[in-house]
Each structure stands twice: as C-alpha cells, then as structure tokens.
C-alpha cells in the first residue's frame, strides 16, 4: 500500500524551531519529488515547500523562505522539513503530498494524514 | 503575489449541476488540479491538468478551462459531494504553486 506518513509536530514557542518528517512506503520514494502542504485551522491550503526526486530543486513559498528548510533522504524513504524561527500564523496541519507523475508533477494524488504544528506562547 | 480566486461558496439542490469557477493570470500557461476536501480528511485530487480525472473519481466530475478562468462542475450532484473544493496551479515561472482560497459546497 501506498503510504506517507508524518511525524514531529506539536507545540513550540513562537521562535523556536520544530523538525518534521515523512515517512514513505509502498512505492520508490527515490523517483517522485515531494512537497510539503499546510493548513491553518478553519483555512485553506497553502503549498509549503518542493524538493525534486535527487534534491537538485527546492523551491518555498515566500511564507517561509529563509526560515523552512525542506530535504529528503532516498535511503531512508523520507522526507523533511526543519521550521526554524516559528511564528503564531505557522500554526497548521502539515501534510506530505506525493504527485502522480502521469497526472503532472503538480497532481498531489497521495497524501498523508498530516500533523498538526502548533505555535503558541 | 499571484493568486487563485475562487468563490467562497456555491449551494445545489441534489440532482442539480454546480459549477466552481477558479481565476488566475497565469492559468492560460499553467494546468490547473482540482481537490476535494472533506472535513477531518486529506485533500483527495479529482481533476489534474484541467480536464482529465483520475481513476476511480466519479464521471459526474470535469473540468474545463477558458482564458484565464477554469472551471469544476458536478453534475447530477449528490449528497456526498458536500466538501470543499480546491484549484491549484502554478505562477508563470512555474516555481511557486498555490492554491485557491476554497469553495465550500452546500448541496442543499
């Protein structure tokens, strides 16, 4: 079975700084690129974060530019992200999403079920 | 910024077609991907690059796209389509993707 599976939110101080990961299986976690995608409670998506399948690309939204750092590690089927620097408005469901390369790069056709980062005083 | 406009909400009676309207600058040279979003639940992708649906999505679901407009209908809407529905795309480099504000669908 196809899976992502995400781990390390919780609760962090605003500034501080939170490390998330992704946890790929069921497919070549080495051929797809990944991203990141989050949601506020009560809001809509926001793309986060894309890394290619060799990590040759990143590229962020200007949200977290400078603060995200988005990474992947093929041997071990997973993925990253690393929050420094955090802020009350980064407070969200953070989900890993997988494109189905046959419906476009862009397609997210499999997703986790996301964790929730929480950024309070 | 770019930004993908959608309408905050649209209601249906069952049986009835909705229609979704998503609008951006750059979506003549960018695909457009649709989401379905159920509450407590991931995204579910129901339409990819404008108009093609992914295996197993229902035929009621299409897409269309027109200048710089694209467009999610449901047709013969059931009760079970109640979600919120998502465009996205990318800006004009192709290096920032972003998603539409959301459409809560009400089928009434």
């Known amino acids: 079975e196809v899976q992502l599976v995400e781990s390390g939110g919780g609760l962090v101080q605003p500034g501080g700084s939170l490390r998330l990961s992704c946890a790929a299986s069921?497919?070549?976690?080495?051929?797809?690129?990944m991203n990141w995608v989050r949601q506020a409670p009560g809001k809509g998506l926001e793309w986060v974060s894309y890394i290619s399948s060799s990590s040759s690309t990143i590229y962020y939204a200007d949200s977290v530019k400078g603060r995200f750092t988005i990474s992947r590690d093929n041997a071990k089927n997973s993925l990253y992200l690393q929050m420094n620097s955090l802020r009350d408005e980064d407070t969200a469901v953070y989900y890993c999403?997988?494109?189905?390369?046959?419906?476009?790069?862009?397609?997210?056709?499999?997703w986790g079920q996301g964790t929730m980062v929480t950024v309070s005083s | 910024s770019y930004e993908l406009t959608q309408p905050p909400s649209v209601s249906v009676s069952p049986g009835q077609t909705a229609r979704i309207t998503c609008s951006g600058d750059a979506l003549p040279k960018q695909y457009a991907y649709w989401y379905q979003q159920k509450p407590g639940q991931a995204p579910v992708l129901v339409i990819y690059k404008d108009s093609e649906r992914p295996s197993g999505i229902p035929e009621r679901f299409s897409g269309s796209s027109s200048g710089t407009t694209v467009t999610l209908t449901i047709s013969g809407v059931q009760a079970e389509d109640e979600a919120d529905y998502y465009c996205q795309s990318a800006d004009s480099s192709g290096t920032s993707l972003m998603f539409g504000g959301g459409t809560k669908l009400t089928v009434l």
């Open positions: 999403a997988r494109p189905e390369d046959s419906y476009g790069e862009d397609a997210f056709d499999i």
């Open positions: 069921g497919f070549t976690f080495s051929s797809y690129s």
